[in-house]
């Protein structure tokens, strides 16, 4: 069983960055993909990134391109996304998530076992 923490959300303004960092404890952290994704307020969770066991594939949504950046340090067991130009459409709970490398889905929840308890972005002036 992999426990998964999110940190790092809160309030920024438009134009602003934010890193948000997610910890994994109770699995070999190497042996799963991590991905994040996010949910806004009355819309379905949606795929933000993905990468593989070394983060050297990356995969992202077309909303989030040249702006979000997806990455993990293994000896640390944690993935991190980096998000900046912050737009207020980026405002949603935000959700890591491992799951096996055999799972075709990557890009939706489908394809991921485990998740965290997710962290609030706001984008607001």
């Known amino acids: 069983q992999v426990q998964l923490v999110e940190f790092g959300g809160g309030l920024v303004q438009p134009g602003g960055s934010l890193r948000l960092s997610c910890a994994a404890s109770?699995?070999?952290?190497?042996?799963?993909?991590m991905g994040w994704f996010r949910q806004a307020a009355g819309k379905e969770r949606e795929f933000v990134a993905t990468?593989?066991?070394?983060?050297?594939?990356?995969d992202y949504a077309d909303s989030v391109k040249g702006r979000f950046t997806i990455s993990r340090d293994n000896a640390k067991n944690t993935v991190y996304l980096q998000m900046n130009s912050l737009k207020p459409e980026d405002t949603a709970v935000y959700y890591c998530?491992?799951?096996?490398?055999?799972?075709?889905?990557?890009?939706?929840?489908?394809?991921?076992?485990?998740w965290g308890q997710g962290t609030q972005v706001t984008v607001s002036s």
């Open positions: 109770g699995g070999t952290f190497r042996n799963y993909r």
């Open positions: 990468c593989g066991r070394f983060c050297l594939t990356k």
């Open positions: 998530a491992a799951g096996s490398f055999s799972s075709p889905s990557y890009v939706d929840t489908r394809g991921y076992e485990y």
